[in-house]
């Protein structure tokens, strides 16, 4: 089992095929799946009791079934996309990624696009202009040592 999965331009939308990580879990998970069902080379992943293989819309209505009894309304299919993404955007920074690095992983060609998913956080907004404001309160207490109270240059 590999540690990635190859998404083949045929298997997205347009040109974004790409080489995705597979988190440890998953792995882990499918591993375990992979010893239990022994499946041939070519076999699907995800099946239904009536075929070896499914359809797009077939997944979308089990996801939808999935949210109905968990409570989850107002949800779809396309949910967990614009979660991950989201949540990649707001911690690609802690693991010294960027944007593009999020961009990549959501196979858009446009910043644009992967822009539209992330959902704005304002506590967020709130504490990175106070954590960007630590040094500019550093800088006045430095002049004001160097200068006095009333920052004059000069002071002499």
């Keep these: 089992m590999g540690r990635s999965i190859h998404l083949q331009n045929a298997a997205s939308k347009g040109r974004s095929g790409r080489i995705l990580p597979l988190h440890n879990e998953l ?45 989850f309304y107002g949800c779809s299919s396309h949910s967990g996309r614009r979660t991950f993404i989201t949540n990649a955007a707001r911690k690609i920074s802690t693991v010294d990624g960027s944007l593009r690095d999020v961009q990549i992983l959501a196979g858009h060609s446009n910043l644009r696009t992967t822009q539209r998913y992330i959902e704005p956080n304002a506590s967020a907004r709130i504490k990175v202009v106070q954590l960007i404001g630590r040094p500019a309160r550093a800088a006045v207490a430095s002049r004001r040592a160097w200068h006095g109270p009333e920052g004059n240059f000069d002071q002499a």
């Design 27 to 71: 792995r882990a998970a499918l591993i375990d799946l992979f010893r239990e069902s022994a499946p041939s080379p070519g076999d699907f992943v995800i099946r239904t009791e009536r075929s070896k293989r499914t359809s797009a819309q077939v997944i979308v209505n089990l996801f939808a079934r999935w949210y109905e009894i968990l409570g």
